[in-house]
């Protein structure tokens, strides 16, 4: 079946622009998770989604990054006066359950360049 | 916060050799310990997990072992091929209100010559 899908794969920005990133994750996942990956690094959480519930943002670098799951399905990752410092790919993860010891599924990523 | 370390950050081995890679975790409450593995332009992609009940699991020529007194836990990947070449991440998770959210170590880059 289909995986866990994001787009852009793509995105270069200019400072200051404000960009959206959409992850739609495995049919009938509960558990949705952004993390960031700078180069060379591991994926740092970002925020988690149970169902439409934002249940922690406590990764959020800062009041620039929003995301939201409106109808508990795909989800999106705004990032608003984009900042040389956000360039990074940002992957989305999803899990059938309530995310505890779950197997998570990553997509291929959005790489964003903002120069 | 939980944190993990990774070692080594890079690993050379020839083809059919052994391969380990060593995390450790400070946060005893952490539970789940997967490993990921990454290829160029990919998502992480699971290859085998570990839960805190069990002290090994193995799957064909892979295996991970997890000490939770010592707070470290090990992959193991056995006659190596150049197609395991990519980079491999640990990761852990707790209970309590963590809802699964991963913590990742820092990444192990896997060579496999020919």
Same mark, same amino acid.
């Given at each position: 079946?289909?995986?866990? !899908?994001? !787009? %852009?794969?793509?995105?270069?920005?200019? @400072?200051?622009? +404000?960009?959206?990133?959409?992850?739609?994750?495995? !049919?009938g996942?509960?558990?949705?998770?952004?993390?960031?990956?700078?180069?060379?690094q591991?994926?740092?959480?970002?925020?988690?989604?149970?169902?439409?519930?934002?249940?922690?943002?406590s990764?959020?670098?800062s +009041?620039?990054?929003?995301?939201? @799951? %409106?109808?508990?399905?795909?989800?999106?990752?705004?990032?608003?006066?984009?900042?040389?410092?956000? !360039?990074?790919?940002?992957?989305?993860?999803?899990?059938?359950?309530?995310?505890?010891?779950?197997?998570?599924?990553?997509?291929?990523?959005?790489?964003?360049?903002?120069? | 916060?939980?944190?993990?370390?990774?070692?080594?950050?890079? #690993?050379?081995?020839? &083809?059919?050799?052994?391969?380990?890679?060593?995390?450790t975790?400070?946060?005893?409450?952490?539970?789940?310990?997967?490993?990921?593995?990454?290829? *160029?332009?990919?998502?992480?992609? *699971?290859?085998?997990?570990?839960?805190?009940?069990?002290? &090994?699991?193995?799957?064909?020529?892979?295996?991970?072992? #997890?000490?939770?007194?010592?707070?470290?836990?090990? *992959?193991?990947i056995? &006659?190596?091929?150049? &197609?395991?070449?990519?980079?491999?991440f640990?990761?852990?998770?707790?209970?309590?209100?963590?809802?699964?959210? #991963?913590?990742f170590?820092?990444g192990?880059? *896997?060579?496999?010559?020919?």
């Amino acid at each position: 079946g289909a995986g866990v !899908s994001q !787009s %852009p794969r793509y995105k270069v920005a200019k @400072r200051g622009q +404000d960009v959206a990133l959409r992850c739609d994750p495995i !049919s009938g996942h509960v558990s949705l998770f952004w993390y960031q990956q700078a180069l060379g690094q591991g994926p740092e959480f970002l925020t988690y989604f149970q169902n439409e519930a934002q249940l922690d943002k406590s990764g959020l670098p800062s +009041d620039r990054f929003f995301a939201e @799951r %409106p109808e508990g399905s795909v989800s999106t990752l705004k990032i608003q006066r984009t900042q040389q410092e956000d !360039s990074a790919v940002y992957l989305c993860a999803s899990s059938f359950g309530r995310g505890h010891a779950e197997t998570q599924y990553f997509g291929p990523g959005t790489r964003l360049l903002v120069l | 916060g939980e944190n993990v370390e990774q070692h080594p950050s890079t #690993l050379s081995v020839q &083809e059919g050799d052994s391969a380990v890679i060593k995390c450790t975790y400070s946060d005893s409450a952490s539970n789940y310990f997967p490993w990921y593995k990454q290829e *160029l332009g990919k998502g992480p992609q *699971l290859i085998i997990d570990i839960r805190s009940n069990v002290g &090994e699991k193995k799957d064909q020529r892979i295996a991970v072992t #997890l000490n939770k007194t010592a707070k470290h836990f090990s *992959l193991h990947i056995t &006659e190596t091929q150049p &197609e395991d070449s990519a980079v491999y991440f640990c990761a852990a998770s707790g209970g309590g209100t963590s809802y699964g959210k #991963l913590t990742f170590g820092q990444g192990t880059i *896997l060579t496999v010559h020919p």
